[in-house]
C-alpha cells in the first residue's frame, strides 16, 4: 500500500464584488417592502 503526498494545491478565489445596479435594485426592493409593512401597520 502506497502512498503520494508530494503536492496538495488548494485554490480559494475571492467572491465576486455585486456591482452598484444591483446594490440599488436590492434596496429599492427593501425600501419598498418596508413601505408596505408600514402601510399596513397604520391601516390597522
Known amino acids: ?3 503520494n503526498f508530494e ?3 488548494i485554490e480559494i478565489s475571492p467572491a465576486p464584488i455585486p456591482e452598484p ?3 440599488f435594485l ?3 426592493g427593501l425600501l ?3 413601505g408596505l409593512g408600514r ?3 397604520i391601516k390597522r
Open 1 to 3: 500500500m502506497r502512498a
Open 26 to 28: 436590492v434596496g429599492s
Open 39 to 41: 402601510k399596513r401597520i
Open 21 to 23: 445596479a444591483t446594490m
Open 32 to 34: 419598498g417592502l418596508a
Open 7 to 9: 503536492k496538495i494545491d
